[in-house]
């Protein structure tokens, strides 16, 4: 059974210019969350999409945005982006109800570099 | 309002020793889960082990078990048998309940945990 992938792993972008981040998860999985890691602010929740609807939305800016396609892939997308957004970000498949399971698995995350 | 405070910034066990990592949190949903997770240098996530609030019994996955205290408001990690492997950072998070079995999760600071040999 394949995990959750994240593309890409590693990037560096220039202040200003904008990403966009990549998460397929588990087969059957319908629910897609993003979290933000730094050493200052820890794991933060940004969102998450549940058949292809954001459920629930963390506290950050509008510039950070996302999506969730008909297959349960998602996007987030950061724009205009300034150097605190380096941070290393990862994605968190679960089934998304009730009796369908309850463990939540993250992807190996993708390493974003602002400079 | 939803909290996980994990206590101990840094550990540190000798090989083959059992050790115990400390989480307690703080929620008023009477529906909660609580997870672990370890994480090594390369970032990815691991998932160890979940238990549930209604759960009767203590999770248990392998050489990890959940000691979990409810009236306490703790869910330490306990790993038996260390190895060097298992040196790592390690997350206590949850999530509160409710019919949606929602993806959003509150995480504590972390536990870095070193393994001698």
């Known amino acids: 059974k394949a995990g959750v992938t994240q593309t890409p792993r590693y990037l560096i972008k220039t202040r200003g210019q904008q990403v966009t981040l990549s998460c397929s998860p588990i087969s059957g999985h319908r629910s897609v969350s993003w979290y933000q890691q730094t050493p200052g602010q820890g794991l933060q929740f940004l969102f998450e999409y549940f058949s292809e609807t954001q459920r629930n939305k963390g506290n950050f800016p509008g510039r950070f945005s996302g999506r969730q396609f008909s297959n349960s892939r998602s996007e987030m997308n950061v724009s205009t982006l300034e150097l605190g957004d380096s941070a290393l970000y990862l994605c968190?498949?679960?089934?998304?109800?009730?009796?369908?399971?309850?463990?939540?698995?993250f992807g190996e995350g993708s390493w974003l570099t602002v400079v | 309002a939803q909290k996980i405070t994990q206590t101990q910034p840094g550990m540190f066990v000798q090989e083959k020793e059992a050790v115990t990592l400390d989480c307690t949190y703080d929620t008023s949903d009477p529906s909660y889960g609580l997870f672990w997770y370890k994480q090594p240098s390369s970032g990815e996530m691991i998932f160890l082990i979940y238990q549930g609030s209604y759960d009767q019994q203590n999770a248990t996955e392998g050489r990890y078990s959940l000691n979990f205290q409810k009236a306490r408001k703790s869910a330490n990690l306990v790993i038996s048998a260390s190895q060097l492997g298992d040196s790592a950072m390690y997350f206590c998070?949850?999530?509160?309940?409710?019919?949606?079995?929602?993806?959003?999760?509150?995480f504590g600071q972390g536990t870095t945990l070193q393994v001698k040999p």
């Open positions: 998070a949850m999530r509160e309940g409710g019919s949606s079995n929602t993806g959003k999760l509150i």
């Open positions: 968190a498949s679960s089934p998304g109800r009730t009796l369908s399971g309850n463990t939540i698995y």
